[in-house]
């Protein structure tokens, strides 16, 4: 549908590199897969929209975003999806050079992946402690 040819498009532009022009399509099509209820295809077009607007350092916009995937996953009752989500925000936070905030988000994917025994525990935990250390000696 319409969407899916937004989205196309989005993705053209950000392979060519033009990630403003991208925007635009990213928006009209996260607005239509909301309104068809296409929950899937409006993760996916966040999830794009966001890289954008981290690719050209606009972390304000991109925290909007990831805020809106959040409360998406929340609303979905989609525990995985929400502390990926917290994750991301943590990193977002880091780059931001906010560790303290980076690391309250990214620990409750870790909490959570401890609870489950995912496989990516051990790697996550790594990175979690050295920003840990990092914000100690900051």
Known sequence: GEG???KGLASCLIALEQHEQAIEPLLLAI???QMAGSR???KSAINSLINVYTLLEQYNKAMEYYQQ???N???DNDRIAEVE???QIGLL???MDDPN???HHMQQLVNFYREIYHEDLKEREAYLDKLKEKARWN
């Open 4 to 6: 899916s040819a937004l």
């Open 31 to 33: 607005n239509i897969f």
């Open 40 to 42: 899937e295809d409006e």
């Open 69 to 71: 995937a959040l409360e």
């Open 73 to 75: 996953a929340i609303a």
């Open 85 to 87: 989500a917290e994750w």
């Open 93 to 95: 936070y880091e780059k």
């Open 101 to 103: 905030e980076a690391i």
